[in-house]
T-cell receptor, first 112, second 113 residues
Framework: QQQVKQSPQSLIVQKGGIPIINCAYENTAFDYFPWYQQFPGKGPALLIAIRPDVSEKKEGRFTISFNKSAKQFSLHIMDSQPGDSATYFCAALPGGGNKLTFGTGTQLKVEL | DAGVIQSPRHEVTEMGQEVTLRCKPISGHDYLFWYRQTMMRGLELLIYFNNNVPIDDSGMPEDRFSAKMPNASFSTLKIQPSEPRDSAVYFC???????????FGPGTRLTVL
């Protein structure tokens, strides 16, 4: 059972554009929602994370928007750069738990 | 800190052979996780340990898979016998107690011929 649905599967934007990646979840026990960035040949690395008590979190050019009632959250990358080209995974963690559930990933390509 | 260390980085073996993947977590971390990544199934949690004790192995696909953590600085994931469908990238990750951030190693790319 896929508990975190991620879309789109792939995304191509021009340099300076704002790619948006969306995730939806069903389990209301989730209370921590990280995004991981993965470059080819590397392990995933934490990019930014949010908890349901806020609707938005921004770190540099990366912003998470969170809609608790809709059980959806999204990643926005402002002023995207070719160096942002990577695979992005959303994930969710239940309160008091340790088992991260990952989305299926979005392969982002930022073109010059 | 050197981060999570995994070895080997690449492993090519033949069906039926035993494969052992190794992981050294970040010093001081209490939790260690083993994941498998494939195109078809994405990132899957196989097993995780807390203070060297296996807590949840419900993600281990079959009895052919086993994992151990003999001490706080070393863990192994063993596949015996290996099969072509075990071909994947296997990641180890570690985290501190009471924090939610998991730090991933560079992975081991396993190819079973």
């Amino acid at each position: 059972q896929q508990q975190v649905k991620q879309s789109p599967q792939s995304l191509i934007v021009q340099k300076g554009g704002i790619p948006i990646i969306n995730c939806a979840y069903e389990n209301t026990a989730f209370d921590y929602f990280p995004w991981y960035q993965q470059f080819p040949g590397k392990g995933p690395a934490l990019l930014i994370a949010i908890r349901p008590d806020v609707s938005e979190k921004k770190e540099g050019r990366f912003t998470i928007s969170f809609n608790k009632s809709a059980k959806q959250f999204s990643l926005h990358i402002m002023d995207s750069q070719p160096g942002d080209s990577a695979t992005y995974f959303c994930a969710a963690l239940p309160g008091g738990g340790n088992k991260l559930t990952f989305g299926t990933g979005t392969q982002l390509k930022v073109e010059l | 800190d050197a981060g999570v260390i995994q070895s080997p980085r690449h492993e090519v073996t033949e069906m039926g052979q035993e494969v052992t993947l190794r992981c050294k977590p970040i010093s001081g971390h209490d939790y260690l996780f083993w994941y498998r990544q494939t195109m078809m199934r994405g990132l899957e949690l196989l097993i995780y340990f807390n203070n060297n004790v296996p807590i949840d192995d419900s993600g281990m696909p079959e009895d052919r898979f086993s994992a151990k953590m003999p001490n706080a600085s070393f863990s192994t994931l063993k596949i015996q016998p290996s099969e072509p469908r075990d071909s994947a990238v296997y990641f180890c990750a570690s985290s501190l107690v009471n924090t939610d951030t998991q730090y991933f190693g560079p992975g081991t790319r396993l190819t079973v011929l």
